[in-house]
């Protein structure tokens, strides 16, 4: 047993954002997958879930979940049928993280190696668990999942919160300077405050 992992997931409508592919968005002249996966620079593999564009310049294993559209839950399950039961851990992340960082992944990372715990999380100032900004343990990850499959007849539709009904996760709090790796970009003035923090 041992090393990292990442599983992307970059398969969200967009609805709030008129449909627009989210991952290939830019903040600060890098698309936000693009950055997403910089934070986990040294993870073997990294898996997106979704599509990429043809000239994608980060080498990735990519997939998508069957039936396509089947939310975070079936995304994540798919992303983590390319992980080698081996890997100890896995990062499970958003793609429109693009204030992500590889500092932010290790806090997570020594988190969740000093503590019995499923997964290690980003709580955000409001008292929220961004369940798509953590690192899991592999295995703890998988028989999370196979326990929704069970208790709902399937992962189609879950919801990614099903998780922390068959799972322990640390609740990490960001302390240092600068902004908050959870910031996700859901709307365009979402994408205007990343820009601003980015600069």
């Known amino acids: 047993m041992g090393g990292f992992a990442a599983v992307v997931l970059a398969g969200g409508a967009a609805r709030r ?8 968005l830019t903040v600060a002249g890098q698309s936000m997958l693009t950055r997403v996966l910089a934070a986990v620079h040294d993870a073997d593999p990294r898996v997106v879930v979704g ?97 929704v499959a069970e208790t709902r007849g399937g992962l189609h539709g879950a919801p990614v919160r099903a998780l922390l009904e068959h799972s322990r996760v640390a609740e990490v709090s960001w302390r240092r300077p600068g902004p908050p790796p959870w910031f996700d970009c859901d709307t365009d003035d979402d994408l205007r405050t990343a820009e601003e923090w980015a600069r």
Not at 17 to 24: E, L, N, V
Not at 130 to 146: D, E, F, K, P, Y
Request: hydrophobic content about 45%.
């Open 17 to 24: 954002m008129g449909g627009a592919d989210k991952p290939t």
């Open 51 to 147: 599509r990429i564009p043809s000239d994608f310049p980060v080498p990735v294993h990519v997939t998508r979940e069957e039936p396509a559209g089947g939310g975070p839950v079936a995304a994540a399950s798919a992303g983590l049928a390319l992980v080698p039961e081996r890997v100890t851990y896995t990062a499970l992340l958003a793609a429109d993280l693009p204030l992500l960082t590889g500092e932010a992944i290790d806090v997570l990372r020594l988190t969740l190696e000093s503590a019995p715990m499923d997964g290690a999380v980003y709580r955000d100032t409001d008292g929220h668990l961004q369940l798509l900004c953590g690192v899991w343990r592999t295995a703890g990850l998988r028989t999370a999942l196979a326990r």
